[in-house]
């Protein structure tokens, strides 16, 4: 009866620790994290048992193999980082890790879930944080898993970002009401008027791009940038550039642009020439400024030679003074 009572007792005992009852004697590998608790049972006989614990320590899953399956996870045994880092490139101090067959990748991320892991066959050396990363305190966790596809949990280290930052100022110059738009990449500039500023790490290299509104041309950059494309700046130093956007000359009086006739109308002189392109001008233009002037069109968009018609699409009024029309059709 007492022999009974004692072998009751060790059964009760054996299913709250989860290990299985066995009908004969068999040798189990016990393996435990740095924490000290229990992570898996592997006996000789091809069962299994995984144990999985929140980063609170409770324990959240328990996987049983049979006829040898591998369902114990990989432990991350050591994972450091430096206390502080004046790079993004933060390098990693230590970071292995054991499993009870094989470690076939190691990861490192920002966010506690290997979810969104790559896979690297050795340790990485170092972690890249995203350009524009804020300095301060920042937490990297680490991974690993074997060749069935199980992920460890993760060692979390924290670090904290001490990086220079230099500032870039971009202005938009509008000749003429022209105007446009420049954004940067990697992202922080994203100007359409005045002056605009960020800041990235020191070495960072920004590109600047200049995107013209509808009736705008980009036509020169300044400063810390140069040509009439695309900028690239190395942020070894506060930098500064200026996008010069034109309105495109639809028609111009004495060499000036605007976008309309009726514009460009309102700013001829007497005895003035107004020219304009060879376009369709989708307007009304009435005259009545009481001045006489020369309308002249079908130039190219150069100016330098006329190579066809100007059409007004719109009614024409001649209210007070006169006009000479050259190479102008009115629909």
């Known amino acids: 009866m007492k022999k009974l009572q004692r072998m009751a007792f060790v059964l009760v005992l054996a299913g709250l620790l989860a290990v299985p009852a066995v009908a004969h004697a068999v040798n189990a590998t016990y393996r435990y994290d740095r924490l000290n608790r229990l992570t898996s049972v592997t006996y000789d006989n091809g069962m299994s048992i995984a144990y999985s614990y929140d980063k609170t320590g409770n324990l959240i899953r328990i996987a049983r193999g049979i006829n040898g399956a591998d369902v114990i996870p990989p432990t991350v045994t050591a994972f450091s980082l430096p206390a502080e880092s ?3 490139v933060v ?8 499993d009870n067959v094989a470690v076939t990748g190691y990861c490192v991320m920002s966010t506690d879930s290997a979810a969104g892991c790559s896979w690297s066959a050795s340790p990485p050396t170092s972690y890249t944080f995203a350009s524009g990363t804020a300095n301060g305190s920042h937490t990297l966790y680490a991974f690993a898993r074997d060749a069935a596809g199980n992920s460890s949990t993760a060692i979390a280290v924290t670090t904290q970002l001490a990086v220079l930052q230099q500032q870039l100022s971009v202005t938009i110059l509008g000749l003429y009401g022209g105007g446009g738009s420049v954004t940067s990449s990697p992202g922080g ?3 359409t008027s005045g002056t605009c500023t960020a800041e990235y790490a020191n070495g960072t290299s920004v590109t600047l791009i200049p995107a013209p509104d509808t009736s705008s041309v980009f036509t020169a950059w300044s400063g810390n940038c140069t040509g009439s494309s695309n900028c690239t700046v190395s942020m070894t130093a506060d930098r500064s550039a200026t996008a010069s956007f034109s309105l495109i000359p639809r028609a111009r009086v004495a060499g000036i642009p605007y976008g309309s006739l009726a514009s460009a ?4 002189l007497a005895s003035g020439v107004l020219e304009a392109q060879a376009l369709t001008f989708v307007e009304d233009l009435a005259l009545n400024r009481g001045i006489v002037f020369t309308l002249r069109g ?4 150069d100016y330098l030679s006329r190579t066809g018609y100007t059409t007004l699409q719109g009614r024409l009024t001649v209210g007070t003074g006169a006009v000479t029309i050259d190479r102008l059709i009115i629909k």
């Open 189 to 191: 500039i994203a100007c």
């Open 86 to 88: 004046n790079s993004l």
């Open 91 to 98: 390098p990693v101090s230590v970071f292995s890790a054991t």
């Open 298 to 301: 079908g130039f190219s968009t």
């Open 265 to 268: 109308y309102a700013a001829v």
